[in-house]
């Protein structure tokens, strides 16, 4: 498995940009796909964004298309979540994860490294 250690979360007002950092260790991690899922106070947890094992493909949720964007580099074992243009309903602890299979997924049935979770909160 890959074990995964986010960074990055903070406080930030509305409009904002905030770049999450998500390191790995384990030898898999170029070969899997990963994603970024957040949970909000009193929400179930959700998908975000997703990319596949080389990055050539990606999922974002239509809550945050056009202001968030996923990225990863194998050989440095890092995925990256830049996140523009923030809204307040964007607050929640984002974790990263790394799926059990090479392309996107979406369903967190799949994910089977979770890192901590960093805190994000967008003021208004």
């Known amino acids: 498995q890959v074990q995964l250690v986010e960074s990055g979360g903070g406080l930030v007002q509305a409009g904002g940009s905030l770049r999450l950092s998500c390191a790995a260790s384990?030898?898999?991690?170029?070969?899997?796909?990963m994603g970024w899922f957040r949970q909000a106070p009193g929400k179930e947890r959700e998908v975000v964004t997703a990319?596949?094992?080389?990055?050539?493909?990606?999922y974002y949720a239509d809550s945050v298309k056009g202001r968030f964007t996923i990225s990863r580099d194998n050989t440095k074992n890092t995925m990256w979540l830049q996140m523009n243009s923030l809204k307040p309903e964007d607050t929640a602890v984002y974790y990263c994860?790394?799926?059990?299979?090479?392309?996107?997924?979406?369903?967190?049935?799949?994910?089977?490294?979770w890192g901590q979770g960093t805190q994000v909160t967008v003021s208004s």
């Open positions: 994860a790394a799926s059990s299979v090479a392309y996107i997924s979406t369903m967190e049935q799949y994910y089977n490294s």
């Open positions: 384990g030898r898999t991690f170029s070969y899997v796909g």
């Open positions: 990319i596949s094992w080389s990055g050539g493909n990606t």
